[in-house]
């Protein structure tokens, strides 16, 4: 499975990106893939999102920098942005012999184990998908899309985000969850950089895969571009 570290990239053009490895999966002229990144400040609506979930005007939007998106992934509103990392694993399902609901599960054991390495005690909560350090404080969230058994879109987990995406949307349609950090559950700080890899190692070790690095340039000139 390939690795590929790529640098901040907007939404949309992420977007493009995967539905194009997808398309190259299904094809099978492309192996599974997890692409490792980040988001300018986004507000991205699931097919469950409600546009009353954003509390503020498209002006006040604009004036504070943030994109929105509707989105073909689950789930409701969820905010991107700079001290953030997102995951974006594309892989065939039947290869791995499992199903949706075991997909969501491994991969919120991915992030817990993630966190783990990096000191940070982290859980699933039931009937809600995510990761949590504590009651209503969430960490990480999901949202994913299968098509024909490949999936796309993934995870994103916050590391030390710029903005409290409570001052201007719902959070995953739940109005008492507060977004936090890694930087607000430990003490010295944490690299981006740091986070990928440990990220990348639990999600390994989670799925049973061996990854492949794979520069991000050269991969982009491979698949799409």
């Known amino acids: ?13 992420a ?6 490895v997808v398309a190259a999966r299904l094809s099978q002229s492309c192996p599974d893939v ?17 546009p009353s979930d954003i509390l503020v005007s498209d002006r006040c939007l604009l004036n504070k920098g943030i994109a929105l998106y509707y989105s073909d992934r689950g789930g409701e509103a969820t905010y991107h942005g700079p001290g953030q990392v997102v995951c974006y694993p594309i892989m065939d399902l039947r290869s791995l012999r499992i199903t949706v609901k075991d997909y969501v599960r491994r991969l919120e054991r991915t992030i817990i184990g993630g966190l783990a390495r990096l ?12 990761v949590w350090t504590g009651p209503d404080r969430k960490i990480a969230s999901i949202g994913i899309r299968i098509m024909r058994r ?7 987990l916050n590391v030390d985000l710029e903005l409290d995406p409570s001052e201007f949307m719902v959070s995953c ?8 950090s890694i930087s607000d559950v430990l003490s010295d700080t944490v690299s981006m950089e740091s986070v990928r890899a440990s990220l990348a190692e639990s999600f390994s070790t989670e799925f049973q ?9 050269e991969f982009l000139e491979r698949v799409c571009c």
Do not use: W
């Open 173 to 180: 349609g739940m109005p008492q969850a507060r977004m936090v």
């Open 15 to 20: 977007l493009e990106l995967q539905k194009a």
């Open 150 to 156: 490949v999936t796309y879109h993934g995870f994103s």
């Open 119 to 130: 000191g940070v005690h982290a859980f699933k909560e039931d009937r809600k998908t995510g």
């Open 209 to 217: 895969v061996r990854l492949e690095p794979c520069p991000g340039r």
């Open 34 to 50: 997890i692409l490792i990144l980040e988001h300018p400040h986004t507000i991205t609506l699931g097919v469950r999102g409600n």
């Open 1 to 13: 499975m390939l690795l590929v570290n790529l640098p901040t990239l907007d939404y949309g053009r």
